[in-house]
């Protein structure tokens, strides 16, 4: 069964940056598709970024094309979302997901079978 925590969520101006990271439990990561979800309330979620097994392909929402950068560190089981010049819009809580290769990896939900809990992130005007 593999684990998915994330962490790196808070509190931030407009314009401000954070970074969240999701950390694994099993190497199984390694090999898994990893993609990085948000919702808001009231609102469906929406698939933000998501990168495959051995970081070549990334992809990203138009919402956030030039602002968000996905990474990832096999070695570490973590995979990142560096988040800049971060608008109220973006005010969410964000979850990581894992699921099996492909290329290009999925923004859709249902591509994706292990979920975190999810971190909040709250950007004020």
């Known amino acids: 069964q593999l684990q998915l925590v994330e962490s790196g969520g808070g509190l931030v101006h407009a314009g401000g940056s954070l970074r969240l990271s999701c950390a694994a439990s099993?190497?199984?990561?390694?090999?898994?598709?990893i993609g990085w979800f948000r919702q808001a309330p009231g609102k469906e979620r929406e698939g933000v970024s998501c990168?495959?097994?051995?970081?070549?392909?990334?992809n990203y929402a138009d919402s956030v094309k030039g602002r968000f950068t996905i990474s990832r560190d096999n070695a570490k089981n973590t995979v990142y979302l560096q988040m800049n010049s971060l608008k109220p819009e973006d005010t969410a809580v964000y979850y990581c997901a894992a699921g099996p290769l492909r290329v290009p990896a999925s923004l859709d939900p249902h591509s994706y079978d292990y979920w975190g809990q999810g971190t909040q992130v709250t950007v004020s005007s």
């Open positions: 990168i495959t097994s051995d970081g070549f392909s990334t």
């Open positions: 099993a190497l199984t990561f390694r090999y898994s598709n």
